[in-house]
């Protein structure tokens, strides 16, 4: 649990709910994490960004990348 609360999407602005949009769309919830990055809407949208960009990589195969994202979330204890 965080100490600080995440932007909900009723009170996010238009940038935060195109984002929030997107993550729901890919992951099927906005998770907390999002919620809290988006108290910095500089970094929201570079986060964004980025997770863009990391998932149109065609360096290693999709379905490789994905057993690695899984397998690093379980090292460090966070829910995938």
Request: aromatic fraction near 8%.
């Given at each position: 649990?965080?100490?600080i609360?995440?932007?909900k999407?009723?009170?996010a602005?238009?940038?935060?709910r195109?984002?929030?949009?997107?993550?729901?769309?890919?992951?099927g919830?906005?998770s907390?994490?999002?919620?809290?990055?988006a108290h910095?809407p500089?970094?929201?949208?570079a986060?964004?960004i980025?997770e863009?960009?990391?998932d149109r990589s065609?360096?290693v195969e999709?379905?490789?990348?994905?057993?690695?994202e899984?397998?690093a979330s379980?090292?460090i204890?966070?829910?995938?």
């Open positions: 649990m965080a100490r609360k995440g932007i999407r009723e009170k602005g238009l940038i935060t195109i984002l929030y949009w997107a993550v729901h769309r890919r992951l919830r906005v907390e994490m999002w919620q809290i990055t910095s500089k970094l929201l949208l986060r964004g980025f863009l960009l990391l065609y360096l999709r379905r490789i990348r994905k057993l690695a899984i397998k379980m090292l204890g966070c829910p995938a």
